[in-house]
Nanobody, 127 residues
Framework: QVQYVESGGGLVQAGGSLRLSCTAS?????????MGWFRQAPEKEREFVAA????????DYADSVKGRFTINRNNAKNTVYLEMNSLKPDDTAVYSC???????????????????WGQGTQVTVSS
């Protein structure tokens, strides 16, 4: 059974930082697949945040987080991270990691590129 578990969420003031982690367990083939972070705010649709290729050599970011968030991974630890800086109240959402179907797909921003999802971790940014 493949599982992806997020951690690191919490309450932070605007301008602050958080580091999210997502760790895979089971037969995940983690080191061969792209990983993504998505978020869903209350009463809004889930949206793409960031993605990273299997090797870490390629990344992609939503315009809204570019320059503030950094995605990276440690394949030896089966873990992907999302470093979030200069947080804004608009960043408040449940953040979920997702495991891709390939090493780096044609459209890493599309949910269709991902097979498995974590349960999510809440990030709340106060003004």
């Amino acid at each position: 059974q493949v599982q992806y578990v997020e951690s690191g969420g919490g309450l932070v003031q605007a301008g602050g930082s958080l580091r999210l982690s997502c760790t895979a367990s089971g037969r995940s083939f983690f080191g061969t697949i792209q990983m993504g972070w998505f978020r869903q705010a209350p009463e809004k649709e889930r949206e793409f945040v960031a993605a990273i290729s299997w090797s870490g050599s390629s990344t992609d970011y939503a315009d809204s987080v570019k320059g503030r968030f950094t995605i990276n991974r440690n394949n030896a630890k089966n873990t992907v991270y999302l470093e979030m800086n200069s947080l804004k109240p608009d960043d408040t959402a449940v953040y979920s990691c997702a495991a891709g179907r390939t090493g780096w797909g044609l459209d890493p921003r599309s949910e269709a590129e991902y097979d498995y999802w974590g349960q999510g971790t809440q990030v709340t940014v106060s003004s």
